[in-house]
């Protein structure tokens, strides 16, 4: 069974630029959660898509959107970027059928913004 | 909302020695409490996680306990390997939800 495929893996973007970054979750999951994770802050929510749905966000700006396709791949995008937004981000897959919680984290795109 | 605190950051050990990481949560509706292992340039994996209705789960060397009543749930590695050298978050959430709480991790460095 494939795992969470997350693209491209390394980004290089200037400030006020905007970037796309996609995720494919292991199939049959709906549920795609997003996370950046930085040395200060550690692993911080940015948002969760439960069947194209937006059902749960972080506490970040309106720069980051996401958005949730009919076969459940997702994509983040973040706009006007600033030196700031430099992190690992990871995008976490979960079934979410009954009690199951278990959530399957993709290898991350590492963006670094000059 | 949810807070996640976890203990020490850094942890040392000789191998073959057990290492133990602490992590407390603030929600008590919280009930799914899972541990990821992090290696230089992946992403975090599950190891092991436990849900309120019980106290310890084992898998081989690897074993969490949790405490309801003083919120507490920690992560023990017994006989540890140079390979378990890593960083190791724990979360917080409840069933059915999928938005996790992170600790801000523990370095484990295990020397041989």
């Known amino acids: 069974k494939a795992g969470v495929t997350q693209t491209p893996r390394y980004l290089i973007k200037t400030r006020g630029q905007q970037v796309t970054l996609s995720c494919s979750p292991i199939s049959g999951h709906r549920s795609v959660s997003w996370y950046q994770q930085t040395p200060g802050q550690g692993l911080q929510f940015l948002f969760e898509y439960f069947s194209e749905t937006q059902r749960n966000k972080g506490n970040f700006p309106g720069r980051f959107s996401g958005r949730q396709f009919s076969n459940s791949r997702s994509e983040m995008n973040v706009s006007t970027l600033e030196l700031g937004d430099s992190a690992l981000y990871l995008c976490a897959s979960t079934y979410l059928g009954g009690s199951n919680t278990e959530a399957f984290f993709g290898q991350g795109t590492r963006l670094t913004v000059v | ?112």
């Open chain 2, 1 to 112: 909302g949810e807070n996640v605190e976890q203990h020490p950051s850094t942890l040392s050990v000789q191998e073959g020695d057990s290492a133990v990481i602490k992590c407390t949560y603030s929600d008590s509706a919280s009930n799914y409490f899972p541990w990821y292992k992090q290696e230089l340039g992946k992403g975090p994996q599950l190891i092991i996680d436990i849900r309120s209705n019980v106290g310890e789960k084992k898998d081989q060397r690897i074993a969490v306990t949790l405490n309801k009543t003083a919120k507490h749930f920690s992560l023990h590695i017994t006989e540890t390997q140079p390979e378990d050298s890593a960083v190791y978050f724990c979360a917080a959430t409840y069933s059915g939800y999928s938005t996790l709480t992170f600790g801000k991790g523990t370095m484990l460095l295990v020397s041989p």
